[in-house]
């Protein structure tokens, strides 16, 4: 992270605890650990963090038990120090925070046996600071979880999806129509002892992908495959 000193920082953990912190603060401690810093709890990890001009108009928070909760930039913001921005049944947890300017926008999430759902963001509304999300997508919490949530725009036309052993593949978005929120979607991999890890929105103008797990990735260098395909395997392109 970097920023002056007039700015703040949001830090987003797995339990549904916001932080805040005065940028002028983390650079006197920016050679310890953050976590540290933050005396986070046991079991507590970091997920996502802003400096307050990242912070957009809405937030989509994802959990693992499926459920999606939508946030207005002026409930994060008066986060002083830090505050709880959603309430977490027992065993669920967040696994992603992501902001967008735009209500229009469709909310695309994955489960780790390789389901995605694409539904539209204006179907939920925002909602106060602690409250319970909703079902954003359906799964079954004895054998799969939702691993992964992003943002698709009117810019988006295809979807990139990772495993956790490395395959890779770029699949047009037509394969994956929108639908109602709370379904299961549809399979994105043909999967042999594998799992999904990442979905990434890509236009045609973008040259990279830029993962989470495995940084930037030519586009050019990874193939174009059927929803149901396998893809390749990243750590030998």
Same mark, same amino acid.
């Given at each position: ?7 703040? &920082? ?6 549904? %605890? ?6 002028? %603060? !983390? ?9 540290? !810093? ?16 990242? /912070? ?8 693992? !038990?499926?459920?999606?909760?939508? /946030?207005? #930039? ?8 830090? %505050? ?10 967040? /696994?992603?925070?992501? &902001? ?8 695309? @999430?994955?489960? #780790? ?5 694409? !539904? ?8 106060? $600071?602690?409250? %319970?999300? *909703?079902?954003? @997508?359906?799964?079954?919490?004895? =054998?799969?979880?939702?691993? +992964?949530?992003?943002? =698709?725009?009117? +810019? ?30 549809? $399979? ?25 797990? &495995?940084?930037?990735?030519? *586009? ?13 395997? *990243? $750590? #030998? @392109?």
């Amino acid at each position: 992270m970097s920023g002056t000193t007039e700015e703040k &920082f949001y830090i987003f953990t797995n339990i549904g %605890k916001c932080y805040c912190i005065d940028a002028a %603060k !983390f650079e006197e401690n920016k050679e310890g650990n953050l976590s540290n !810093f933050l005396k986070l709890e046991e079991n507590e990890e970091i997920i996502a963090s802003y400096d307050n001009s990242k /912070i957009n108009e809405i937030a989509y928070v994802a959990t693992k !038990f499926g459920l999606i909760k939508k /946030i207005a #930039k002026s409930e994060i913001l008066a986060i002083k120090k830090n %505050k709880n921005y959603i309430t977490l049944q027992e065993y669920d947890s967040v /696994i992603n925070v992501v &902001f967008t300017n735009d209500n229009t926008e469709k909310v695309c @999430m994955g489960s #780790k046996n390789g389901n995605i759902v694409i !539904f539209d963001g204006a179907t939920i509304s925002c909602t106060k $600071l602690p409250s %319970k999300g *909703i079902l954003g @997508m359906k799964v079954d919490i004895l =054998v799969d979880e939702v691993v +992964t949530m992003n943002i =698709v725009n009117e +810019t988006h036309t295809q979807l990139c999806t990772i495993t956790t052993t490395g395959y890779i593949k770029r699949t047009s978005l037509e394969e994956y129509p929108v639908t109602l929120r709370g379904t299961k979607g549809r $399979l994105a991999h043909k999967y042999n002892n594998d799992n999904l890890i990442e979905i990434v929105p890509i236009s045609n103008s973008d040259y990279i992908c830029n993962s989470n797990v &495995f940084g930037e990735i030519p *586009i050019s260098t990874i193939p174009e495959a059927s929803r149901t395909s396998r893809g390749i395997d *990243i $750590l #030998k @392109m």
